[in-house]
């Protein structure tokens, strides 16, 4: 995962060196195939560095960066809503077309392996926030719309969760496979999901 752009108070600064770095390595690989070696060794410093910055070691190191990521995460998903007062169909794209031009969370990892890594304390903080922060504002927007009576009965959690883990998903579709924009292929899920895709009992 790409961290965020650092600025020149970042590069300045040893503590967000380190959170930018670590995010890098923990996003795309997990808290345990990262060691404080992976982290300490391309920026120069010591063990005794990074505990002096991070007494808690990795999974201190971890728990902050997951946090940030979140955060960046649900602040920009927010937005994306939020730019788009129109229908629901709008919205989801505005958000899918967020999701899918930042890096993959992905949540299948951290919930099988990373979350179990960590202290239950850790662990339950980092899943409030994801439910909070991500999965519970894409479910408002289900909810309203149902109250609206623009889509019929379903559950809103479950659309969410499904829409989420779709749109993660494309990041991962082989570039050969890719005959459209991850953007379109987005779309088309959203319409699925809103429409169906008409299925025909008999059919092939």
Known sequence: MTP???????ELDPRSRILD?????????GIDAVTLKDIALPLGMTHA???YHFPGGKEELFVLVMERNIRRHGSGLDAALRSQPGSLRGRLRAAAAWLVNQPPMDLIRMA???????????????????????LQRLTRE???AIEAG????CDPGLMAGGLFGMVES?????????RKTRIEMANELIDV??????YREGGQ
């Open 49 to 51: 560095a990074l505990y």
């Open 21 to 29: 770095h670590a995010e890098s390595l923990f996003s795309t690989k």
């Open 193 to 198: 999901i809103l429409k169906g895709i008409d």
């Open 112 to 134: 099988e392996n990373d979350l179990k890594a960590l202290d239950p304390a850790s662990a339950r903080k980092l899943s409030v926030l994801i439910y909070e922060l991500i």
């Open 170 to 178: 494309l990041h991962s579709v082989p570039v050969a496979m890719v």
């Open 4 to 10: 965020r752009k650092p600025s020149l108070k970042d």
């Open 150 to 153: 623009t889509i019929g009965p």
């Open 142 to 144: 289900f909810s309203e």
